[in-house]
C-alpha cells in the first residue's frame, strides 16, 4: 500500500537510519560555530524526524525546539528524546514561532524536499525570521549532481533488525525525471515480525538538487549577511563533481 512521504516510514525509520551519523554532523555545525563565537543558546531544528540531530545538540548543551511537518515523525521523536523537549509541528515554507533562536539546523537533504527554488527561498526567509540578528543557519543539500547520481546502481536495499525482534526489509530505487529534473525514490519496506506477519508499505520521495551558484542569491534575499558554502566534513570549497553542500549562513545584525 503507498502512504505519504514520511508517514509509514516513521514506525521503521531509526531501525534503518541506525548509522546515520548525527553526532558528527553536530560536531561539524557546533565546531563551525564556535570558532565564529557561537558557543551555546537556543536552537531550532528544522525537519527534525525522529529526532537525530535534535539529541546530539541537546546532549551538546543547547536548549533545542524540534519542528517536522510529519505528526508520525514526531510521535517517533517524543519517544526517543528527553520528557518535555519541545517538538511542533510546522511546514518548513509556511511555519511560523513565536520567538527567535540563536541557531537554526536542517540536516539529510530535508531541504531538497522543496521542489522550486522559489520554496526554498521561501524556508530560508523563514529561518531568518526566527533567527535572531547575528543568528547561524546551519543546512545541508543534494547537488543536481547529487540528486542524479544518488545511490551506485540506483537501488539501496537490505534488511535491518528492529530492537522489538522484528526485521526491516527494504529496497529503495532511485530514478530520475531530466524533464523535471527531479529525483524520484520509491521506498518498497516489508516488516516481518516475530511469528511470520508482514506489513508492507511504499512511499514516494521526490528530491530537487540545487548547486551554490543558485542557493546563493536565496540567501540574501531573505536576509543572510554573510555565508559559507562548503563540504564535509573540511569545510571545503565545493567542486563541479561535490553531491552535497553544507551552508553555514549568518543572519544580518541589522536584520
Not at 548543551?61 to 515523525?73: C, F, N, R, Y
Not at 522484528?166 to 519496506?189: K, M, N, R
Request: net charge negative; charged share 25%; proline share 4%.
Amino acid at each position: 500500500m503507498q502512504h505519504p512521504p514520511f508517514t509509514a516510514l516513521a514506525a521503521v525509520y531509526d531501525t534503518m537510519m541506525e548509522d546515520v551519523e548525527y553526532s558528527h554532523w553536530a560536531d561539524f555545525i557546533l565546531t563551525y560555530a564556535r570558532d565564529q563565537g557561537l558557543s551555546s543558546g537556543r536552537a531550532l531544528d528544522l525537519a527534525c524526524g525522529t529526532g537525530g540531530l535534535t539529541r546530539e545538540l541537546l546532549a551538546a548543551g543547547w536548549d533545542v525546539t524540534g519542528l517536522d511537518g510529519s505528526a508520525e515523525m514526531l510521535e517517533m521523536a517524543r519517544a526517543r528524546l528527553p520528557q518535555g523537549t519541545s517538538l511542533v509541528q510546522g511546514d518548513l515554507r509556511t511555519f511560523a514561532l513565536e520567538e527567535q533562536f540563536d541557531l537554526v539546523t536542517c540536516v539529510f537533504d530535508s531541504l531538497n524536499n522543496l521542489l522550486s527554488a522559489e520554496e526554498l527561498g521561501q524556508a530560508f526567509a523563514r529561518a531568518a525570521a526566527h533567527l535572531r540578528p547575528g543568528g547561524l543557519l546551519a543546512c545541508d543539500l543534494n547537488t543536481r549532481l547529487g540528486v542524479r547520481e544518488l545511490w551506485d546502481g540506483g537501488v539501496m536495499e537490505g534488511v535491518a533488525p528492529a530492537s522489538d525482534g522484528s526485521e526491516v526489509h527494504y529496497h529503495w530505487s532511485h530514478t530520475f525525471d531530466p524533464a523535471e529534473e527531479l529525483g524520484v525514490v520509491q521506498a518498497l519496506c516489508r516488516v516481518v515480525r516475530d511469528g511470520g506477519e508482514v506489513d508492507e508499505f511504499i512511499e514516494l520521495h521526490r528530491e530537487r538538487g540545487y548547486d551554490p551558484g543558485e542557493v546563493a542569491p536565496l540567501l540574501r534575499a531573505a536576509g543572510f549577511a554573510r555565508w559559507d558554502i562548503v563540504e564535509y566534513p573540511d569545510y571545503a570549497e565545493p567542486q563541479e563533481d561535490t553531491p552535497r553542500i553544507w551552508v553555514l549562513a549568518w543572519k544580518g545584525e541589522g536584520a
